[in-house]
Nanobody, 121 residues
Framework: VQLQAFGGGLVQAGDSLRLSCAAS??????MAWFRQAPGKEREFVAV????????DYLDSVKGRFTISRDNTKNTGYLQMNDLKPEDTAVYYC?????????????????WGQGTEVTVSS
């Protein structure tokens, strides 16, 4: 089972980006996005359950970011709008087989390689 994240880039404040996370192998019950800014710990950003009905977000991205998934393609997405310089980080997608939303890194066994997002002011 592998996860591959892509879609990052260098944008200006206020711009949008859509990150994708392609999974190979069995589908994950829960998919999530985390991010790690330079010098900081990896933090939770967003999570979605298998059906896509249940979602949760980091408070600072609510209303700007939207997590979604297409199970026919075994791919997850993170639509990021109104990006801010403080969103600059390497973004990682993560998956777990067990059901249940989780914001804890420790609950995710499968991780993508990360895609870098840089937002200039």
């Amino acid at each position: 089972v592998q996860l591959q994240a892509f879609g990052g880039g260098l944008v200006q404040a206020g711009d949008s980006l859509r990150l994708s996370c392609a999974a190979s192998g069995r589908p994950f019950s829960t998919m999530a996005w985390f991010r790690q800014a330079p010098g900081k710990e990896r933090e939770f950003v967003a999570v979605i359950n298998f059906s896509g009905v249940r979602k949760d977000y980091l408070d600072s991205v609510k209303g700007r970011f939207t997590i979604s998934r297409d199970n026919t393609k075994n791919t997850g997405y993170l639509q990021m709008n109104d990006l801010k310089p403080e969103d600059t980080a390497v973004y990682y997608c993560a998956g777990k087989v067990q059901a249940g939303l989780s914001m804890s890194r420790a609950d995710y066994y499968y991780w993508g390689q990360g895609t870098e997002v840089t937002v200039s002011s």
